[in-house]
């Protein structure tokens, strides 16, 4: 009910605007003045050089909503001054229309046409009784700003009808998340200055043309500086949600706040593909492909996305990047896209936490009647090669080598050695006393592409809990 109401109060906001729009000039047309000579060229040089200006665009996106500004406001606030309201409101509908001749539907084309007819009669309005139709000296400077003021807000509650029809929230998320101060300082602020500038020059049409002519150029620069600053805070917010996936949010900003280097030194972090030494992470569940074979699909990607959720917040506790799910596994490591100097550390101090994780799913499954789950962990350190991979269309920011092909190697040796973790000699020798003295060397493995056999070390305390059970 408030929905069709919200909707019915649109509706007749609309047909009032537009009625507004077409019905000021009509009405307002028999008791203006024909211009002179001076006022006649001014107004068709502004109106040319402002239908030019109206091509260039630039849009800025709030709440769902683009908010499309051009470098033409001056020109506009120019003609309020010097014509007569109807004709002013003629040239300000003129202007919008040539604009938008290709965008958006017929009747928000209407809307919009009719909204710039209506703020360039009222700006012509309040600017003419301001200066009782002699802008020189201060009145033009009074006048302008009037006008300008007037033009803006016109412009604003436009946008504002138009997100409540678009946008969820309507105005009111518009305005939270408009800049306001930015596009009035762009859309009146620098428009002002242009028109003053062009003050003392009314009458001469020519020089007064080039005065507004350059201010507005000036507009245009500044629009298209702060166009781009948008843009390029959209694309980074975007980067930054999709490499939010693979490593914490703090970890993506810091390569995108980094990605040009910094003033401290910090070296410039490479994602097109570099060699660094890495510690790398294999995790499999095991006797999972058993159980869904025998389980409705719906429970099966419940319960792997549960437990390899939790598993993966404990990697991105220790600022670990997870680099792929391999099914009813994932594949992880430390020391990239930034530098950590004790990934070997980190890796193994996700262990506990895994491991807990594990156990507290299998309580539950228990609980409901279904069999304990079992995890192989295999964990390697060594040079790697790591970047982007893959085509334009798709990228996968993930590592290779032999460090990796070693760590997937443990990770398969677990279930022979029946424990439920193993790590490489590298991965051992990273590591500060205290932690070496809670691992144990068990046997030595043969890797592909390596002609010596490999030694496995597994925490002394899963090796005794091995022996005990």
């Not at 629009?223 to 781009?228: F, N, Q, S």
């Not at 389980?295 to 917040?313: F, K, M, Q, S, W």
């Not at 990047?321 to 950590?340: E, R, V």
Request: glycine share 8%; with cysteine; net charge neutral.
């Amino acid at each position: 009910m408030l929905e069709r109401a919200r909707k019915t109060l649109t509706f007749i906001a609309y047909a009032l605007w537009a009625l507004a729009g077409t019905g000021l000039p009509l009405l307002l047309l028999p008791f203006a003045s024909r211009p002179n000579n001076d006022e006649l060229v001014l107004t068709i040089g502004a109106v040319a050089l402002a239908l030019a200006f109206s091509t260039v665009r630039f849009e800025f996106r709030a709440a769902g909503q683009r908010l499309s500004m051009s470098p033409d406001s001056g020109f506009l606030i120019l003609v309020a001054l010097v014509v007569a309201p109807p004709w002013a409101a003629l040239v300000g509908g003129l202007a919008v229309l040539h604009s938008i001749r290709r965008a958006g539907t017929m009747l928000e084309r209407v809307f919009l046409a009719a909204g710039g007819s209506l703020a360039g009669g009222l700006a012509a309005v309040v600017a003419q009784a301001i200066s009782n139709g002699d802008p020189t000296g201060r009145a033009v400077l009074l006048a302008a700003c009037a006008a300008a003021l007037v033009r803006s807000v016109v412009w604003l509650t436009g946008n504002i009808l138009i997100a409540e029809a678009r946008v969820a929230g309507g105005g009111a998320a518009l305005l939270r998340s408009i800049p306001v101060r930015p596009m009035l300082i762009l859309d009146a602020g620098l428009p002002v200055a242009v028109v003053c500038m062009t003050g003392p020059f009314l009458d001469m049409p020519a020089l007064a043309l080039l005065v507004a002519l350059v201010g507005q150029g000036l507009t245009w620069h500044v629009l298209r500086l702060l166009h781009l600053q948008q843009a390029d805070r959209l694309a980074k917010g975007q980067l930054l949600e999709t490499f939010h996936q693979y490593v914490p949010r703090h970890v993506a900003r810091a390569v995108l706040e980094r990605e040009d280097g910094d003033d401290l030194g910090v070296p410039v972090v490479q994602l097109a593909g570099e060699t660094r030494d890495l510690t790398v992470m294999f995790i499999d569940i095991r006797g999972f492909t058993n159980w869904a074979e025998q389980t409705h699909p719906a429970e099966v990607l419940t319960e792997l996305n549960r437990i390899l959720g939790d598993i993966a917040e404990e990697i991105l506790a220790t600022d670990g990047t997870i680099d792929k799910f391999t099914g009813d596994g994932l594949m992880a490591f430390w020391n990239a896209p930034i530098d950590q100097a004790n990934h070997a550390v980190r890796a193994v101090r996700t262990l506990p936490g895994i491991l807990m994780r594990v156990h507290e799913f299998n309580l539950r499954r228990q609980v409901q009647g279904s069999r304990a789950l079992e995890v192989g962990i295999g964990i390697a350190t060594g040079p790697a090669m790591v970047g982007n991979i893959g085509n334009r269309d798709r990228l996968a920011y993930t590592a290779i080598g032999d460090t990796v092909n070693l760590a997937a190697r443990l990770e398969g040796s677990t279930r022979d050695h029946e424990v439920p973790v193993l790590i490489s000699e590298g991965t051992f020798l990273a590591l500060p006393d205290r932690l070496q003295k809670q691992m144990q060397r068990l046997d030595t493995v043969s890797v592909k592409g390596r002609i010596e056999r490999v030694p496995l070390y597994a925490p002394v305390s899963l090796v005794r809990h091995r022996r005990a059970s």
